[in-house]
């Protein structure tokens, strides 16, 4: 697929960019290029077995963990007291 003046012209109104006059033709022989890789992607025979279920890739357990960050914090700040920050006041 090429990319050309009409094209372009869609891709920069649904884009809401502007390209400058000299811009243009590299900026179609690089989106011309782009297509060229996506397509020869999409050309790759892959075997149908290969998507079972054995060759995903392995998730953690989901199990929820105490890691006390919140004490962390609250330890580090300059000043805290009953699980809160405490500032200045700034409103009067």
Known sequence: MTIDDTLLNKLERLSMLKLDENKRESTKEQLSEILGFVENIASVEVAEDCFTETLKTPLRADEP???NIAQDVLN?????QDNFFIVPKIIE
């Not at 580090?76 to 805290?80: D, K, L, Y």
């Open 65 to 67: 963990k105490d890691s």
């Open 76 to 80: 580090h700040a300059p000043q805290a």
